[in-house]
């Protein structure tokens, strides 16, 4: 009888998420996460059917974790701006803690598996952000946008400099990490932005 | 939900969905068998039967019978 070992599955899901962030998903394939995990390529069948049930199910996973990230600590009623502040540290602490996801994250970006991740992280996350935007624009906060204006100002310019942070370079060329205080600089522009 | 005791997982030949379909002619047919599938994307076309009845020779014994070779993967 084969027992299920917590660790090890976490091991297998952790290792997975790396294989595949740094490898793609072509290259991926359960014996070579085997081989990583230092585990036999039954082991693995045990839980998962195939690759593609692997894949899937860790891209559902993975959207809930960082749907629960990003709205760790938001108050859905707070003050526009105390409420975005929390949504850029949260952002700007997840790219920071978890290269290894974002670059997970990347690889499933244009494929199907993609849906699964973001139908996972919509469900989690959207009741609270949307209430959080809802709320402010009730109030008289912020005006009433189409969603997609609302985020590309909200959260478009965090984006642009972590993408700078993670290509190491700046516009011209010149090597590029991002301070803190640049984030914060940015952001007191974009509470600006939203002043009616 | 499943019981991973149930669960036996074989190397094998079947290595398309030409060879899959000969396979689930006689797979499907069983009652025994909970689910079955088949990794086409992996270099050991690892097959993977749910069944608390079977044993990994029965299971063997047919995939044999289909033409194709399986053994357990350990």
């Known amino acids: ?196 | 939900m499943q019981k991973f005791e149930h669960v036996l997982i074989f190397k094998t030949s079947i290595e398309d969905s030409n060879c899959k379909h000969k396979v689930a002619r006689v797979l499907d047919q069983l009652g025994t068998i909970e689910t079955w599938s088949v990794d086409l994307s992996d270099e050991d076309y690892v097959l993977r039967v749910v069944s608390s009845t079977l044993s990994s020779d029965d299971i063997m014994e047919l995939v044999h019978g289909c033409g194709f070779e399986c053994e357990i993967l350990s």
């Open chain 1, 1 to 196: 009888m084969r027992n299920r070992d917590i660790e090890k599955e976490q091991l297998v899901k952790q290792k997975a998420i790396e294989l595949i962030g740094k490898g793609g998903l072509d290259y991926f394939s359960i014996n070579k996460l085997a081989k990583e995990c230092k585990i036999s390529v039954a082991t693995i069948y045990i839980y998962y059917k195939d690759k593609d049930d692997l894949i899937s199910r860790l891209a559902a996973e993975q959207g809930e974790t960082m749907a629960d990230d990003l709205v760790r600590g938001l108050d859905p009623d707070a003050p526009f701006e105390q409420g975005l502040r929390t949504q850029w540290a949260n952002r700007y602490r997840q790219m920071l803690n978890n290269q290894t996801l974002s670059l997970f994250f990347e690889q499933i970006r244009s494929t199907l598996y993609y849906n699964r991740f973001m139908g996972a992280f919509t469900e989690k996350a959207e009741p609270i952000l949307g209430a959080f935007v809802q709320h402010a624009v009730d109030r008289g906060d912020i005006p009433n946008l189409p969603l997609e204006v609302y985020w590309s100002v909200a959260f478009g310019p965090l984006y642009g400099l972590v993408k700078f942070h993670n290509d190491g370079v700046s516009l011209n060329g010149r090597p590029f990490t991002l301070k803190e205080e640049m984030l914060w600089q940015a952001f007191e522009l974009v509470v600006k932005a939203f002043k009616k």
